[in-house]
C-alpha cells in the first residue's frame, strides 16, 4: 500500500525566512506532484516531477524528487505573506489515474 | 473554458436522504475522478473512470455510485447519505500527456449530513 507523508503538518514562520516541506512517499513512483490550496478554495497545481533530480522553480517556490531516497522538497525563498495556504504533495501510483494525497502541511506565514 | 465545474457548491442532506454531485468538464478529458477531502487528510479517491462506459472503485467507494454516459459528465450518487460522508467533495479531470497526467479540479461541493 502507496502512503505518503508529509512534514511538518503545521508551519508558523516570519516573513523573510526560508524552509522547506519534506513529502516521503513508501513505494516506487516517478511521479509527484505539490498543490496548494487556499481555505474553502480547490486545489491550484504548483509542480509535476517526473524523474529522479528533477528541480523546478516558481518565483519563492522551488521543488525537487529523489526517486531513490523516495523523497520530494518545497523549498519556500523569503517567505511572504501570500504564500500563507495548506501545501499537498500527491504520487501517482502511475498508469491507473490514481492519486495518493499526503495529508497537508498549513504554511502560514507573519509580516 | 469553464474547466470543470460542480454542482451544488453547499448542500445540507438529512441521514438516509440521497443526492446526486454534478461534475462536468468541457476540456474532452477521457479521465475524470471523485475524491473527498477531511479536515486533517489529504484527498482519497472513491471512483474514477477511465471513459464513457468505464468506471472503477478507488480507495472509498462505499456509500457511492457512479456512471459516465458521457464524457462530458460524471456524477457522483449518494444512494443514503450518513454523518460519516459530511466532507468536502472534488471532482476532477484529466489528460495523458503519454510521460504525465495532468489533472484539473473543481471548485468542490461542500456536504453536510446531519
Known sequence: ELKVE???LF???QEGKNYTIYCNYSTTSDRLYWYRQDPGKSLESLFVLLSNGAVKQEGRLMASLDTKARLSTLHITAAVHDLSATY?????????YQLIWGAGTKLIIKP | NAGVTQTPKFQVLKTGQSMTLQCAQDMNHEYMSWYRQ???MGLRLIHYSVGAGITDQGEVPNGYNVSRSTTEDFPLRLLSAAPSQTS?????SSYSTGSYY???FGSGTRLTVV
Open chain 1, 11 to 13: 508551519l508558523s514562520m
Open chain 2, 102 to 104: 495532468g489533472y484539473t
Open chain 1, 88 to 96: 499537498f504533495c500527491a504520487v501517482d501510483l502511475g498508469g491507473n
Open chain 1, 6 to 8: 508529509q512534514n511538518p
Open chain 2, 38 to 40: 477531511d479536515p486533517g
Open chain 2, 88 to 92: 468536502v467533495y472534488f471532482c476532477a
